[in-house]
């Protein structure tokens, strides 16, 4: 996968079109990520020792990773994500700007 942990990102689809956030987990097997105050759902909680009054509680959802796009740290726009081998070492490069990410 080419979107690691605490790279930033916009969302390109769904409900949460054009916002930004960064990465705080990924699921590589189902090729989904988790951000912070995006994708967010009710979850309905019944009483319990954690939760005694229950309720409603907001719950973010991971999203998949093609609804995503990387937002390059130097140029500050969306890109895609290539790669260069340099000296046995595998770098993702920004596809606009060419630059290291």
């Not at 054009?18 to 009710?42: A, M, Q």
């Not at 740290?73 to 060419?98: A, H, N, W």
């Amino acid at each position: 996968m080419k979107i690691k942990k605490g790279d930033k990102v916009r969302v390109m689809a769904g409900k949460d079109k054009g916002r930004e956030g960064k990465v705080e987990k990924v699921y590589k097997k189902s090729n989904k990520i988790l951000i912070p105050n995006i994708n967010i759902y009710k979850r309905h909680v019944k009483k319990s020792d954690k939760m005694p009054q229950g309720g409603i509680v907001d719950v973010p959802r991971p999203l998949d990773v093609a609804k995503i796009m990387l937002i390059c740290p130097k140029c500050g726009k969306m890109t895609r994500i290539g790669f260069k081998v340099e000296k046995d070492k595998k770098l993702r490069v920004c596809k606009k700007c060419e630059s290291k990410i």
